[in-house]
Nanobody, 119 residues
């Protein structure tokens, strides 16, 4: 059993910053790729940023230069630093991780955290 627990969402004014965290716990042998997705009302879920176990990164074009993904492998935790936030960044943000347990490798999701950018 693997759980992903997110924290750090909230309400922020345009131009502000937030830092999201997501910690994986449970029967983990190894955490491979980790990422952040978001889903705004009426829209499909989209990949915001991802980071491999060797810390290669990939970003959605609209967040490049504003968001930074990082990870702490000793804590099985991934972070998303979000700067210069815009109203269009408003969404529920979900953490994703590909986790290898002792028996299988599967994708796991966090419960989601709301990010609202508004004045």
């Amino acid at each position: 059993q693997v759980q992903l627990v997110e924290s750090g969402g909230g309400l922020v004014q345009p131009g502000g910053s937030l830092r999201l965290s997501c910690a994986a716990s449970g029967s983990i042998f190894r955490v491979n790729g980790m990422g952040w997705y978001r889903q705004a009302p009426g829209k499909e879920r989209e990949l915001v940023a991802e980071i491999t176990s060797s810390e290669s990164t990939n970003y959605l074009d609209s967040v490049k230069g504003r968001f930074t993904i990082s990870r702490d492998n000793s804590k099985n935790t991934v972070y998303l630093q979000m700067n210069s936030l815009k109203p269009e960044d408003t969404a529920v943000y979900y953490c994703n991780a590909r986790v290898r347990t002792w028996t299988t490798t599967s994708d796991y999701w966090g419960q989601g955290t709301q990010v609202t950018v508004s004045s």
